[in-house]
């Protein structure tokens, strides 16, 4: 829920600043110069693309999490089986070994959305976001029942 809440928060911050942002554009643009028209055009294009992006990052949580509620659902979430430090970090060894297995099961079963979320959940923990990502979207994809390119 604290996740949630502050998504929630960092959301509304940055959409606020795209509308401070496209209304200094707006400004530029109406005074009507050449030079400011043109400034203020390429202002504008930065709020686009940040609410583009915006939404397409939570459409991927949004989904993601919806995958996730349902794994729940089936009992088949993995467990949390990794060592930690004193400090509350994941110890690398051992996200490394489960890794590993998450590997394999993905590898036996590549058309198996399940095995995907797993095996994102994997390179989150052993702090492999981009590697991640990729594999939640494929996860996703073959949820939705969509062709996938191999990651």
């Not at 109406?30 to 939570?58: D, M, Q, R, S, Y």
């Amino acid at each position: 829920m604290r996740a949630k809440i502050s998504y929630v928060i960092t959301a509304a911050v940055l959409v606020f600043y795209f509308v401070l942002v496209g209304s200094r554009g707006v400004l530029l643009i109406e005074t009507g110069t050449p030079v400011t028209v043109a400034f203020g055009a390429a202002v504008l294009v930065l709020p686009v693309i940040g609410l583009w992006f915006l939404w397409k990052n939570t459409q991927f949580v949004r989904r993601a999490n919806q995958l996730a509620a349902e794994l729940d659902a089936e009992g088949g979430l993995p467990a949390d089986e990794l060592r930690r430090t004193p400090s509350g970090r994941i110890d690398r060894d051992s996200a490394d070994e489960v890794f590993a297995r998450r590997k394999a099961e993905t590898e036996a079963a590549p058309g198996d959305w399940r095995s995907w979320f797993r095996l994102a959940v994997a390179y989150h923990d052993a702090r492999d976001t981009p590697r991640a990502r990729k594999a939640m979207q494929r996860a996703i994809a073959l949820h939705d029942g969509k062709r996938t390119e191999t990651v």
